[in-house]
């Protein structure tokens, strides 16, 4: 995946300095490092996070709680946990991805994750009620809470307990 990004990258670049040359390549590769070092802390302490919980969460606690037998309580947990994480991907999806190395199942991690999509609170706040209005956004939670459970039911059905078809 790395590679084809790459090779996104400098096709991208290429294009970039043939149509309007190498000063704007300069412009945009310096644009690209700001937004680097303004992401980078957030990525950083997201991947500490990821892997503090990790080791924080016993593996027996991990599978009683999120783990393959963890059934519809483990999906509602996932599903309360991904509605009220704050932040974009940086903060979520290192907090999954250690999750799921401390013995969360792919169902429940997929639940986290379709949760913290459709239902994030921060943003309900912040952005939808401001533009949408109380109604609408109250009847678009209500139809997108079965979501995160569909979601986990349905890679249950699809993966055995590590993600594996």
């Known amino acids: 995946m790395t590679a084809l990004f790459l090779v996104i990258a400098a096709v991208s670049g ?5 149509r309007h040359g190498g000063s704007e390549v300069l412009f945009a590769t310096r644009d690209a490092g700001l937004l680097l070092l303004a992401v980078l802390p957030i990525v950083v302490m997201a991947v500490l ?13 991990a599978r ?12 509602a947990l996932a599903t309360v946990a991904g509605a009220l994480t704050p932040g974009g ?5 290192p907090l999954v991805v250690g999750l ?8 429940v991690c997929v639940a986290y994750v379709t949760a913290w999509g459709v239902l994030g609170v921060q943003r309900v706040l912040v952005w939808e ?12 939670l209500l139809v997108s809470l079965p979501l995160p459970f569909l979601a986990g039911l349905l890679t ?6 590590r993600g594996r078809a």
């Open 100 to 107: 799921y190395h401390a013995g969360a199942s792919l169902a």
């Open 64 to 75: 009683r709680w999120v783990g393959a037998g963890s059934g519809l309580r483990g999906l």
């Open 89 to 93: 991907p940086f903060a979520a999806f």
């Open 129 to 140: 009620i401001a533009f949408f209005g109380m109604e609408f956004v109250l009847l678009r």
């Open 156 to 161: 249950r059905l699809l993966f055995d307990e």
């Open 49 to 61: 996070m990821g892997a503090y919980v990790q080791k924080l969460i016993p593996p027996a606690v």
């Open 14 to 18: 290429v294009l970039l300095w043939v």
